[in-house]
């Protein structure tokens, strides 16, 4: 690094100047939901991001005197955490589409309507997704295969799919924060210096309240509320319209197992879900040959190409199966990468120029307490989730800012662990433009302004983590590191 780096890097940056592009960024946002509506993140928001990306970009090399390739340099360098993450969205798109022209997710809709009830259809759709992330340790592997399925049983029995999503994400949430195969839940331990397991036991004083409001919030909306103006007739038709246009068994349901089985084996996400799909074009080839064109070889392929690529459609006279059935595809996909693209552009130029680090180094000084050192914590992961777009990043940065603050007050590390994920793990997916809410968003089919309001638990576990340390609850003293949290 040369001299004139390391100067520009000591250069004061005062806070008005770095909250520029912020306040550059929340107009761009505002006026983009208040014309756009639901359809903002088709355009308006990635352009408001880039917008924002621009202005802080000018500020360092104005203001700040920084090389302005240089920080582009680095801005481009922090866009490669993402990269997993859009592959991972991109073959998810493929998988879905294989899996409808497979009769994988008809068949899981088909069978789902005939078990599931109405009054506990949230209920139980909230369980499930926190059985399976937990086994798997996976948030996004979850919505993508189970999420999917769940939210055509919630579209066939009438239920408003924001609603259907926050049930999905509030258990794909938890079993992700509470598994010991989910990356979060080792990152945050990590970075800090706590252990793993002692991390997960630590997290039981925030999480279990926060899943048992959530449960019972579902579970009260699911018995008085009336989904939609679908009655045992309508769902009936949908089952019926399912039957008649594909082959369905039990059997395909082993192929969303079989990913199942595959994540909770350690295999990584993207080889787990290439299988997935291609065990979705072996069924559509061996129980739905009457959706693969003329039968030849060249048309079979083309077909299946097509859709992973394109999308499935289907036409067959009812619009509720229709909209049901009709997605999927790497280019559905092609919005939310540009998104997360944006998003990380943004938050790399931020970071890049040191106006981020600016932002939370304000919050780190308001600190007075334990109670508000945690709820700093918190806050300053929530703050990287809006600003750098990444999970990873509102875990590892603030973990390493606040590592210190911690260790001063005499706090065990597992205080600081628990906090990262109460903030940063859960959140993320809250964020239009964040890579996990554009995730959620594009799997799922329903907008992140649509489904966060129904996101109970995401929004519970910062909120009773403040809380409990407002109270002094549950908080772990370092000098006695074997004693389980008591109060400050």
Known sequence: MTNTTQETETTPRPLWVCLIPIIVLIVGLVINARLFHDNASYGGNQLALLMAAMVAGAIGHFVFHMDFKETQGRAIRSIILAMEGVIILLIVGALISLWIISGVVPAMVYYGIQMIGPSVFLLVACLVCSIVSISIGSSWSTMGTVGVALIGIGQALGFPLPLVAGAIISGAYFGDKMSPLSDTTNLAPGVVGSELFIHIRNMFYTTIPAITLSLIAFGVIGLFYKPGEMDAAETG???????????LSPWLLLVPASVIVLAARRVPPIPALVIGGLLGAG???????????????????????????????????????????????????????????????FGGVMEATGMLQRIAQALLGRVRGVGSLIGATVGTCVMFNIIAAEQYLAIVIPGRMYRDAFDKQGLDPRNLSRALEDGGTVTSVLVPWNTCGAFAAGVLGVSAYAYAPFCFFNWLSPIISIFMAGFGVAITRKLDEAAEPSAA
């Open 283 to 345: 069924c559509a080839l061996v129980t739905q040959r009457q959706l693969l064109g003329d039968g030849s070889a060249s048309s079979v392929y083309m077909t299946l190409i097509t859709t992973a690529y394109d999308g499935f459609t289907i036409e067959t006279g009812n619009e509720a199966v229709d909209d049901l059935l009709s997605r999927g595809g790497m280019m559905s996909m092609a919005n939310t990468v540009l998104l997360i693209l944006m998003a990380m552009l």
């Open 237 to 247: 038709t949908i089952q019926a319209v399912i039957a008649a246009e594909f082959n």
